[in-house]
T-cell receptor, first 114, second 112 residues
Framework: DTGVSQNPRHKITKRGQNVTFRCDPI?????LYWYRQTLGQGPEFLTY????????KSRLLSDRFSAERPKGSFSTLEIQRTEQGDSAMYLC????????????FGQGTRLTVV | GDSVTQMEGPVTLSEEAFLTINCTYT??????LFWYVQYPGEGLQLLLK?????DKGSNKGFEATYRKETTSFHLEKGSVQVSDSAVYFC???????????FGEGTQLTVNP
């Protein structure tokens, strides 16, 4: 296993367009997380899945954002009607079920909305 | 709500200098505490962790002790190297939850 994989690595889109990002976690990990990181800040939690169930969503996740993990494996994060404020690095991480288990992060998808 | 505060950065040191990056937290209950590192062009990597009061996490010469009385988890290294140049993030995770709450990060630059 090569770790958490995110695609694409970079995305430039026009304001108002929809974008979708993909995350492939470490295969044996049940939990999958999405975070957003803006320049000079730490990652902020967006949502997480345990297997295919979305168990928690941050209030940062407006109704323009939706995430899925249909078969408990890969996940997608879609942003509809993008705004310039959506420009950020979107990070995916995965972990096992243990309480203090290490979360392994992907390299992220950098979104620029122009 | 839960929060993590790191010392204001950036930090610039000469090789072999002593490093301290301060981290304090606010949380109910007894969270687990973590330090993550982000090298240029790479994803976040776990550096060390501690799961209960007075635990010391250590890795690659870095250490941090979970101090419940001062709600702190300061990162230290006795002798930094140029290769330690990176952004360091302190984070907590509640036992009952699964999300990580991160500090704002501290940019460390080590000069030869």
């Amino acid at each position: 296993d090569t770790g958490v994989s995110q695609n694409p690595r970079h995305k430039i889109t026009k304001r108002g367009q929809n974008v979708t990002f993909r995350c492939d976690p470490i295969s044996e990990h049940n939990r999958l997380y999405w975070y957003r990181q803006t320049l000079g800040q730490g990652p902020e939690f967006l949502t997480y899945f345990q297997n295919e169930a979305q168990l928690e969503k941050s209030r940062l996740l407006s109704d323009r954002f939706s995430a899925e993990r249909p078969k408990g494996s890969f996940s997608t994060l879609e942003i509809q009607r993008t705004e310039q404020g959506d420009s950020a690095m979107y990070l995916c991480a995965s972990s096992s079920l243990q309480g203090a288990a290490e979360a392994f992060f992907g390299q992220g998808t950098r979104l620029t909305v122009v | 709500g839960d929060s993590v505060t790191q010392m204001e950065g950036p930090v610039t040191l000469s090789e072999e200098a002593f490093l301290t990056i301060n981290c304090t937290y606010t949380a109910t209950g007894y969270p687990s505490l973590f330090w993550y590192v982000q090298y240029p062009g790479e994803g976040l990597q776990l550096l060390l962790k501690a799961t209960k009061a007075d635990d010391k996490g250590s890795n690659k010469g870095f250490e941090a002790t979970y101090r419940k009385e001062t709600t702190s988890f300061h990162l230290e290294k006795g002798s930094v190297q140029v290769s330690d140049s990176a952004v360091y993030f302190c984070a907590l995770k509640k036992i009952s939850g699964s999300r990580l709450t991160f500090g704002e990060g501290t940019q460390l630059t080590v000069n030869p």
